[in-house]
T-cell receptor, first 119, second 113 residues
Framework: NAGVTQTPKFQVLKTGQSMTLQCAQD?????MSWYRQDPGMGLRLIHY???????DQGEVPNGYNVSRSTTEDFPLRLLSAAPSQTSVYFC??????????????????FGEGSRLTVL | TQLLEQSPQFLSIQEGENLTVYCNSS?????LQWYRQEPGEGPVLLVT?????EVKKLKRLTFQFGDARKDSSLHITAAQPGDTGLYLC?????????????FGSGTQLTVLP
């Protein structure tokens, strides 16, 4: 079972270069998101999407773009890489469920991560 | 964004010892999730607690959600080396906003044989 697939697993960039981190899920999840993980800071939300054609900013969106043309794919683009973007990036997807009167995010399924180094 | 304080940040114990990890906030969450992450992998869900005061057990792991749904704890009994990993709590905001999940900074647990 593939689940959430991220590529590449490792990438080294020079300052100013651009690149795209790919994310695909085969679970027909509506919700997809990108996080970055830095030591001592847990997971911080970059961008998220609640369905094809819909994206929104998370906690740390600057320097990143996303698009959601299909349910399955949610690529993350770094427009002009900076050393501050050195991090481990995780893509995650989830179903959404109604609990009480609200639509809630269920269990997050994560990819294996992409380690990015910007020199 | 609601904040989640997780403590301790690091914990190194001997096999067989008990430990507790805490996840605290001044804000109310509709539910709280606990994840474990091993090196080179993404986090994996352990449990979701939904009701204030709820206690869930997963073998030697006991999870509790505070009565006011602002805090949670994870207690491990007789820790084993296989419990080593990064434990993350994540609170789901009650607002219905799709941003919803707020992660704590994590507890790195090392269980020595």
């Amino acid at each position: 079972n593939a689940g959430v697939t991220q590529t590449p697993k490792f990438q080294v960039l020079k300052t100013g270069q651009s690149m795209t981190l790919q994310c695909a899920q085969d679970m027909n999840h509506e919700y997809m998101s990108w996080y970055r993980q830095d030591p001592g800071m847990g997971l911080r939300l970059i961008h998220y999407s609640v369905g094809a054609g819909i994206t929104d900013q998370g906690e740390v969106p600057n320097g990143y773009n996303v698009s959601r043309s299909t349910t399955e794919d949610f690529p993350l683009r770094l427009l002009s890489a900076a050393p501050s973007q050195t991090s481990v990036y995780f893509c995650a997807s989830s179903y959404r469920e109604i609990r009480g009167h609200t639509l809630n995010t269920g269990e997050l399924f994560f990819g294996e991560g992409s380690r990015l180094t910007v020199l | 964004t609601q904040l989640l304080e997780q403590s301790p940040q690091f914990l190194s114990i001997q096999e067989g010892e008990n430990l507790t990890v805490y996840c605290n906030s001044s804000s109310v969450f509709s539910s709280l999730q606990w994840y474990r992450q091993e090196p080179g992998e993404g986090p994996v869900l352990l449990v979701t607690v939904v009701t204030g005061g709820e206690v869930k057990k997963l073998k030697r792991l006991t999870f509790q959600f505070g009565d006011a749904r602002k805090d949670s704890s994870l207690h491990i009994t007789a820790a084993q080396p296989g419990d080593t990993g990064l434990y993350l709590c994540a609170g789901v905001e009650p607002s219905g906003s799709a941003r919803q999940l707020t992660f704590g900074s994590g507890t790195q647990l090392t269980v020595l044989p």
